[in-house]
């Protein structure tokens, strides 16, 4: 660690008012650049107790900068990890609110919800889909906090991976029924499709973004809990969104969920 914790919470502080407030600030990378991976997911960490105090509870976990299309969109070349909280998730085909963020942008995600906790070290995709209750769809919105959702690792994971709001809805089904990396996705955007892909653009199988998270928390002494909600990660580029919008994500063999955008 590079940061003290004075610092650190400070840091937490100004990236949750940004949320709250729904303004953008600059990487706190440009004003602490000796700060390491520590210092980073410490923040992210500070974050969380922000929230938790404020009463809110975490919904979920996410995986994020896990396909390649995501990671040469945002020039990073590292998954990152991150939460929700009950704040974030929006009901099937409810609505979000654009007041409420920056400059959101949608990502088609595959969500895991587990049966069984998963720790790494030592954590593969046959430990994952032992652990995993069933696959559905799911769209996550981020919101980067940086100006222009310009960053570099350390600056994204401390600001929690913008993680902001996501939907979950569609057909629940065991990942043993499904093969992973062929599954095909469409998202749409007021009913024009605008991204496409399959599941092995996620690290070649989505469930290695989930056994990356365990690894991850494995090496914090935590452990991805039994019952636990996942996005694994964007399959595709991320789209921008704007009020009047609407999109909805299609998976083969899992149906679709969506949300509007107002
Ligand atoms: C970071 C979050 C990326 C994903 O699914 O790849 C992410 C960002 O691009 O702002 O959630
Ligand atoms: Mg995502």
């Given at each position: 660690?590079?940061?003290?914790p004075?610092?650190?919470?400070?840091?937490a502080?100004?990236l949750?008012?940004?949320?709250i407030?729904?303004?953008?600030?600059?990487?706190?990378?440009?004003?602490?650049?000796e700060?390491?991976?520590?210092d980073?997911?410490?923040i992210?960490?500070e974050?969380?107790?922000?929230?938790?105090?404020r009463?809110?509870?975490?919904?979920?976990?996410?995986?994020?900068?896990?396909?390649?299309?995501?990671?040469?969109?945002m020039?990073?070349?590292?998954?990152?990890?991150?939460?929700?909280?009950?704040?974030?998730?929006?009901?099937?085909?409810?609505?979000?609110?654009?007041a409420?963020?920056?400059?959101?942008?949608?990502?088609p995600?595959?969500?895991?919800?587990?049966?069984?906790?998963?720790?790494?070290?030592?954590?593969?995709?046959?430990?994952?889909?032992a652990?995993?209750?069933?696959?559905?769809?799911?769209?996550?919105?981020?919101?980067?906090?940086?100006?222009?959702?310009?960053?570099?690792?350390?600056s994204v994971?401390?600001?929690?991976?913008?993680?902001?709001?996501?939907?979950?809805?569609?057909?629940?089904?065991p990942?043993?029924?499904?093969?992973?990396?062929?599954?095909g996705?469409?998202?749409?955007?007021?009913?024009?499709?605008?991204?496409?892909?399959?599941?092995?653009?996620?690290?070649?199988?989505?469930?290695?973004?989930?056994?990356?998270?365990?690894?991850?928390?494995?090496?914090r002494?935590?452990?991805?809990?039994?019952?636990?909600?996942?996005?694994?990660?964007?399959?595709?580029?991320?789209?921008?969104?704007?009020?009047?919008?609407?999109?909805?994500?299609?998976?083969?063999?899992?149906?679709?969920?969506?949300?509007?955008?107002?």
């Open positions: 660690m590079k940061l003290d004075t610092t650190i919470a400070a840091l502080n100004r949750e008012r940004c949320q407030e729904a303004r953008d600030t600059t990487k706190i990378t440009d004003d602490h650049p700060m390491d991976w520590d980073a997911y410490a992210q960490d974050i969380l107790r922000l929230k938790l105090a009463g809110l509870r975490v919904a979920g976990l996410k995986a994020g900068l896990t396909s390649f299309a995501k990671m040469k969109q020039g990073v070349d590292t998954p990152v990890f991150g939460f929700m909280t009950d704040d974030y998730a929006v009901p099937d085909g409810g609505e979000c609110r654009i409420e963020l920056i400059h959101p942008k949608v990502e995600e595959i969500a895991f919800v587990t049966k069984t906790a998963l720790r790494g070290p030592g954590c593969h995709i046959g430990a994952v889909l652990a995993t209750d069933f696959v559905l769809p799911g769209i996550e919105v981020i919101d980067s906090r940086y100006r222009d959702f310009k960053f570099d690792l350390k994971i401390a600001d929690n991976t913008s993680a902001s709001r996501f939907v979950v809805g569609g057909r629940a089904r990942a043993s029924e499904l093969d992973l990396r062929t599954i996705i469409v998202l749409e955007k007021n009913g024009e499709p605008v991204a496409f892909g399959a599941g092995a653009a996620v690290l070649g199988h989505p469930a290695a973004a989930i056994a990356a998270l365990a690894n991850h928390l494995g090496r002494g935590q452990e991805i809990p039994a019952g636990t909600l996942i996005l694994s990660g964007g399959i595709t580029e991320a789209v921008a969104v704007k009020a009047g919008d609407s999109v909805t994500l299609k998976v083969q063999g899992l149906g679709s969920t969506g949300l509007r955008f107002v």
